[in-house]
């Protein structure tokens, strides 16, 4: 399978605080990656460090064959490549849901309004949200936000989509609607990379689990591996301690 | 009875109030929006990223020293001596004639300028971090950034601090009459300097301020209100319920 994007000894400090230190990993299309690991173990900084909303300090990323931390490489252009959901959903609060989902297709990729809207009209049934069109993020629930936020970044029909914990910030009856669109967009076979807390998503949903532990990737693997037969202490200790909260 | 003679003086007198009036919020109005125009313009500037190197990085610093230098100016200084040295200075320095009008114009713009790049910087770094960021990971540029998510956001925002500066400008333009630009306070003096009758006078001038500035504020109220958007939203495909059934006329 084509290899979409390759970190290389990606590094990053806050100061002399290292976040993150000599990441190496791949994502393949079509591959479901779930990165999962104790809050300040990193797995957010490595999402935004890809799609550099934070600057690596030190390695590589490559897509398309190319190190797209090279001083002369687009970062805007290379970011339309990549969809990004955030923990807070940060939907444009000027723009009601369907621009939201336009305003980066005409802007951004110069696409015709009626393209745009088509697209945004498109997605936004596959996230259930195309009855909304005209309400305003101010309106919406949790839930909703985080699906418009979905269609949003699928729009720019991106070669990868990158989650940030986009279940945390939604009460707990409105994760099923969330995790259920994530559900399906894997199924259809889209690239996506996603830090959780789920680990039933994690479990269930994900062709490979990442599991982060103080800046470095401490194993990785199939799901079933991950979570029946962990070969490192520390991944059996963050294991029991989140499996024990959910219950 | 000088009650008497506040009807007489304006009975009298009254086009001059008026004309001075419209001058005077003539002033105010389009000062207020080149000063905002200008603030804005230099809020999107000083909010530019700065690189880590290279030329740009020298370039950006040079123009935010420069602004920088013309915020505390303009800022530091009272804008009846700034009319003065500006209008006096482009006498002797240039020997330029400023019309009086086209003075009072650029003063009161800069000078708004220099307090709403203030207040457009605040409103732009009250905005929320998430906005930016969603905006930076769907591939806007930083321009791209203001104009699409910021700024609308940021306009909101700034009106009740705008409008200040809009209602500052009407009182402050009679600082103006000092190079003769014949606004409310400069024709109020010359009414007051036929008839000596200067409480009277100032009177009808007070008067006439409170009127302007009230009635903006209301009007600058209510345009806060439309901004804020409707309350409501219809459903897509849903609207049919909400119509209000059509009668036949043909019975």
């Not at chain 1, 935004?48 to 252009?77: A, F, M, S, W």
Request: proline residues 3%; hydrophobic residues 45%.
């Amino acid at each position: 399978m084509e290899t979409m994007i390759t970190v290389q000894h990606l590094s990053k400090s806050f100061g002399t605080h290292e976040v993150l230190k000599d990441i190496n990993f791949s994502v393949k299309k079509g591959e479901v990656v779930s990165i999962i690991g104790s809050s300040g173990s990193g797995k957010s900084t490595l999402l935004r460090c890809i799609n550099l909303l934070e600057k690596p300090t030190g390695g590589e990323i490559i897509y398309k064959g190319e190190n797209i931390l090279d001083d002369k490489h687009n970062v805007n252009q290379y970011r339309t490549k990549l969809g990004m959901v955030f923990q807070q959903f940060n939907l444009f609060n000027n723009h009601d849901v369907l621009n939201n989902c336009m305003v980066g297709q005409v802007k951004v990729l110069k696409r015709s309004k009626e393209e745009a809207q088509k697209l945004a009209m498109k997605y936004l049934k596959v996230v259930g949200m195309d009855q909304y069109i005209h309400a305003k993020p101010k309106h919406l629930s949790g839930g909703q936000k985080q699906r418009v936020a979905i269609a949003r970044a699928l729009c720019m029909e991106p070669d990868v989509m990158l989650f940030d914990e986009p279940t945390s910030a939604l009460d707990p009856e409105m994760v099923g609607e969330v995790l259920k669109v994530m559900k399906e967009l894997a199924e259809s076979g889209l690239t996506m990379l996603v830090v959780t807390h789920e680990m039933e998503f994690a479990r269930e949903v994900s062709d490979r689990v990442v599991f982060m532990d103080k800046g470095v990737i401490a194993e990785e693997g199939i799901p079933e591996q991950i979570f029946n037969h962990p070969t490192q202490e520390r991944t059996r200790e963050f294991l029991k301690r989140t499996l024990k909260q959910n219950i | 009875m000088s009650f008497d003679w506040i009807i007489k003086i304006f009975t009298e007198n009254w086009p001059m109030f008026i004309r001075g009036a419209g001058i005077t919020l003539l002033i105010a109005l389009i000062g207020t929006i080149i000063g905002a125009m200008i603030g804005l313009i230099i809020g999107v500037i000083r909010t530019i990223p700065i690189p880590e190197k290279g030329m740009k990085r020298a370039l950006l610093k040079f123009i935010n020293a420069i602004l920088s230098i013309y915020i505390e100016i303009f800022r530091g200084t009272p804008m009846i001596v700034q009319a003065m040295v500006i209008y006096y200075g482009m006498a002797i320095a240039f020997g330029i004639d400023m019309d009086r009008l086209l003075a009072a114009f650029f003063i009161v713009s800069i000078n708004t300028g220099a307090y709403m790049s203030e207040i457009v910087r605040g409103g732009i770094l009250s905005i929320d971090k998430g906005q930016f960021e969603a905006a930076h990971a769907i591939g806007m540029n930083h321009l791209q950034t203001m104009t699409n998510v910021v700024l609308p956001q940021v306009l909101r925002n700034i009106l009740p601090a705008t409008g200040n500066e809009f209602v500052i400008n009407i009182k402050d333009t009679s600082v103006l009459n000092v190079i003769s630009v014949s606004e409310l306070f400069f024709a109020t003096k010359s009414i007051a300097g036929n008839n000596f009758k200067y409480f009277e006078s100032f009177f009808i001038a007070s008067v006439i301020y409170l009127i302007m500035t009230f009635t903006v504020t209301r009007i600058l109220r209510y345009l806060e209100r439309k901004l804020e958007g409707p309350e409501n939203y219809n459903l897509a495909g849903n609207q049919m319920q909400v119509d209000t059934p059509k009668i036949p006329s043909n019975h």
